[in-house]
Nanobody
Framework: QVQLVESGGGLVQAGGSLRLSCAASGSILSINRMGWYSQVQRELVAVITSGGTLNYADSVKGRFTISRDNAKNTVYLQMNSLKPEDTAVYYC??????????????WGQGTQVTVSS
């Protein structure tokens, strides 16, 4: 089993910044993809693979930066120049391989980001 624990959401004024974190724990052999999705149809916000490949939604390019600490199985999302339309519940997602050899894919519980105008 894998647990994803998210933190860092909150309320911020437009133009402000937030940093989301998501730590994966459990019987993990390796993690391939870690990323963030918004509540709207689980729409991609940003994702990073084990090889360092990045992918961003067009709406956040130049404002958000995704990074990961492989030693800590943690992914971060630095959110700058926030806009009211960024308001959403953000879900962490991770997939990879368990020590048993089974592949996994898990979602975090979600963290609320609210940007006031």
């Amino acid at each position: 089993q894998v647990q994803l624990v998210e933190s860092g959401g909150g309320l911020v004024q437009a133009g402000g910044s937030l940093r989301l974190s998501c730590a994966a724990s459990g019987s993990i052999l390796s993690i391939n993809r870690m990323g963030w999705y918004s509540q709207v149809q689980r729409e991609l916000v940003a994702v990073i693979t084990s090889g360092g490949t990045l992918n961003y939604a067009d709406s956040v390019k130049g404002r958000f930066t995704i990074s990961r600490d492989n030693a800590k199985n943690t992914v971060y999302l630095q959110m700058n120049s926030l806009k009211p339309e960024d308001t959403a519940v953000y879900y962490c997602y991770s997939n990879g391989v368990l020590r048993s050899g089974q592949v996994f894919g898990y979602w975090g519980q979600g963290t609320q980001v609210t940007v006031s105008s």
